[in-house]
């Protein structure tokens, strides 16, 4: 009877432990799936560190590159890097490439099925630690389902980038499970398997560093040494073995880390962080302590929340006087209530400090890029969590003689999931494209001049240049020392053949930021396109002194000689450009060109083949070679590369143009008047050269059958 009860009992768990793990799943799924995927787009730093990172997706794996260049796929050592190593991270995302293709929607689920981890991860945490002032299941689900919920993780798992953080998250967590696991046993095993997994999370995001502090912090807590006295306390601290050990390692692995990027810091510009270039200590410290409480507050409303936080957003606090910081008071009165009072409330203090020691390298003690990044709060967020379910469990407890107070309780806690499931939909809805990001954002942080540059040049990008103008406009009226702005809207009215105007901004950029080598090439293409041609020489050799390896650059000084009808310096030089950066459609499409034009047929094949390598469906490469090969009378073969672009492009007139061209020479007169009236058809207005063949081919048939007919 005894083994059927305690059978029974083992089920009952079994099937609540399933239960729940269901319950976190769904709000997961609620929260960020169920079609909410579907048009997905690669969104902000998407773009930079995957879409045009070559370490991410070009094939064959290119080792060196990944384990040496920064996250964003700039050498480690080179001045311009961001020294963000994480070559894990960038290698999951060229397996992904390599396997399914780049495509924004399979990435941000995996990053979903990430979350779903984590918050199961969670869950088995809370539930193994030890606790008697509150019940610890309910400390489990609630918070976990509080940090599956929360909006202020959309970033990190909408954002692909953020996959940083989801596995930082997780590599988090099972270290803190692993501490858990080996509480009041002296295991070395367990030691170097944290320590390992810390190296390896670091290679994910370097912010797992803290992870060795965090398992301090849970052990201490779990052995209950806050029982003891401060003496007592404090000489545990000191001589506990596996603290000097963390502690030790820590130091080692932070050296290691530094000692790869040749230890050298990165240098951010003032648009990126204006709080740490700025000239006075008292306004750096004031603002950085706001931007603590701004996180915290995040955390607490996240009803606020902006892609970029960086110009406009947060004003700097520059006096004692500001109202602001009666938030940073506050806060800092709540960490010292939670002090006086770790003995008897320790979840409080174990979330807090769950909390905090992640965030550490974000927080200003060292210089970063950005304000606020909300998927830096991804891994604080569970000391969050627990923190906020610990105290409301501890009042819920507290009224336990009040059932109506309890049931307010419960419906004001029902709500807040409810209204947090809404937010986070709606966040996750925000980030499928970067139309909505931006939108949301100028919501937010309307004088961020970062969004409204980032508003024009996605509207340069669709076309929508009025929109464009004006956005950029706005971002210079707001932070006139925009050099990145300045440029754009020089290259836009260089568009618009403003070309005086055009230069007059990006001259304005390069007096911001002389060493600006994008400023150089756009002042050297818009001297060009005045004829100035020596001043344009001199422009692009300014950028070259200041990017050695500027393929586009290379590029545009072909173009330069092309003009001058320098065609070997033109070829060379276009040559030099492909060899920096064999991605690069338009230097190989000139370089192809130009052998076409010479009848260097043979020569034009090789070159696309190779161009072909690296680019295998760019259409203008395709198109050049099927042109060549129908010269060749190579017929069949022409016919099926034309076919491919009409495929990838079927409203491009030029394309059925040359086809026609193509049966025309090969005697296929149906075929060749089809594909003539489809060219017509598309665009009539420029396709000339398709109506005069269709009508000498026309009335080559008409003399035929007159002919026959005598």
């Not at 290119?62 to 070559?87: C, E, M, V, Y």
């Not at 912010?207 to 029982?227: E, K, R, W």
């Not at 947090?420 to 809805?429: D, G, K, P, S, Y």
């Not at 090789?606 to 070679?625: G, K, V, W, Y």
Request: hydrophobic fraction near 45%; aromatic fraction near 12%.
């Amino acid at each position: 009877m005894k083994t059927m009860s305690v059978g029974l009992l083992g089920q009952s768990t079994a099937l609540h432990s399933m239960v729940c793990q269901s319950i976190l799943v769904l709000i997961c799924l609620v929260c960020y799936g169920c079609g909410g995927l579907s048009g997905a787009e690669f969104v902000f730093d998407d773009t930079v560190a995957i879409v045009k990172n070559k370490d991410v997706n070009a094939l064959p794996t290119n080792w060196t590159a990944i384990f040496t260049h920064d996250f964003w796929g700039a050498s480690l050592l080179s001045s311009d890097s961001h020294k963000s190593f994480r070559p894990l991270t960038t290698l999951m995302f060229h397996c992904e490439y390599a396997l399914l293709g780049l495509t924004a929607a399979h990435m941000k689920f995996l990053n979903l099925l990430l979350h779903c981890v984590n918050t199961l991860l969670m869950w088995r945490l809370v539930r193994s630690l030890y606790v008697v002032e509150i019940n610890g299941e309910r400390w489990a689900i609630i918070s976990a389902a509080l940090f599956a919920a929360h909006p202020i993780h959309t970033e990190a798992v909408s954002g692909i980038v953020g996959r940083a953080e989801l596995m930082f998250g997780m590599i988090h967590l099972l270290c803190l499970l692993l501490t858990v696991a080996n509480t009041g046993k002296h295991s070395p095993h367990s030691i170097c398997l944290i320590l390992t997994l810390t190296a390896v999370g670091m290679l994910f995001k370097e912010s797992a560093v803290t992870i060795p502090m965090s398992c301090v912090l849970m052990d201490y807590f779990q052995n209950g040494f806050y029982h003891l006295s401060l003496k007592d306390q404090g000489r545990i601290l000191r001589t506990r073995i596996s603290y000097i050990v963390y502690i030790l390692g820590t130091s080692a692995l932070l050296t290691a880390r530094l000692w790869w990027q040749n230890f050298e810091s990165p240098k951010f510009k003032e648009v990126d962080n204006p709080i740490a270039h700025n000239d006075h200590i008292l306004t750096r410290v004031l603002s950085q302590q706001y931007l603590l409480v701004m996180n915290l507050w995040l955390m607490l409303c996240p009803h606020w929340l902006c892609y970029d936080w960086a110009l406009g957003c947060v004003k700097l606090v520059t006096s004692i006087w500001d109202l602001r910081l009666q938030g940073v008071i506050g806060f800092y009165s709540i960490l010292l209530t939670a002090l006086m009072n770790f003995r008897r409330l320790p979840g409080m203090m174990l979330g807090l400090g769950l909390m905090i020691i992640p965030f550490l390298p974000a927080s200003g003690i060292i210089r970063v890029g950005f304000v606020i990044a909300e998927r830096t709060l991804y891994v604080p967020s569970i000391g969050f969590c627990l923190l906020s379910i610990y105290g409301f469990l501890h009042w819920y407890d507290y009224n336990s003689h009040k059932p109506f107070w309890r049931t307010v309780m419960q419906t004001l806690l029902m709500l807040l999931f409810a209204v947090m499931m809404v937010r986070t939909r709606q966040r996750a809805t925000d980030w499928l494209n970067e139309d909505q990001l931006f939108k949301s954002a100028l919501e937010v942080c309307p004088d961020n001049a970062k969004v409204h540059y980032n508003i024009a040049r996605l509207a340069t990008d669709t076309g929508n240049n009025t929109k464009a103008f004006q956005h950029y406009h706005y971002a210079i009226e707001l932070y006139p020392e925009y050099e990145a702005a300045l440029m754009n809207l020089g290259n836009l009215y260089r568009e618009h053949g403003q070309l005086q105007t055009a230069e007059k901004y990006i001259r304005m950029a390069l007096q911001v930021f002389p060493a600006f080598p994008a400023a150089w090439m756009n002042l050297g293409i818009v001297q060009s396109a005045q004829r100035k041609y020596d001043q344009a020489r001199t422009s692009y050799e300014k950028a070259l002194k200041y990017r050695s390896n500027f393929a586009v650059c290379y590029y545009n000084i072909g173009n330069l000689y092309l003009e001058q009808k320098l065609y070997a310096e033109a070829l060379h030089h276009w040559q030099h450009a492909v060899t920096l950066n064999p991605r690069q459609p338009k230097a190989w499409a000139n370089i192809l060109t130009m052998l076409d034009n010479r009848s260097l047929y043979d020569d034009a094949l090789r070159i696309s083949d190779q161009a072909l390598r690296h680019l295998p469906n760019e259409m203008s490469i395709l198109f050049i070679r099927a042109n060549v090969l129908g010269k060749l009378k190579h017929y069949v073969e022409a016919e099926t590369l034309y076919k491919r672009v009409i495929q990838l492009d079927p409203h491009n007139m030029l394309y059925y143009s040359n086809l026609g061209v193509l049966y025309h020479r090969w005697d296929k007169v149906q075929e060749a008047i089809e594909a003539y009236r489809t060219a017509i058809s598309i665009n009539g207005a420029r396709a000339t050269t398709a109506r005069e063949n269709l009508s000498k081919l026309l009335k080559r048939l008409e003399r035929e059958a007159q002919v026959t007919e005598r």
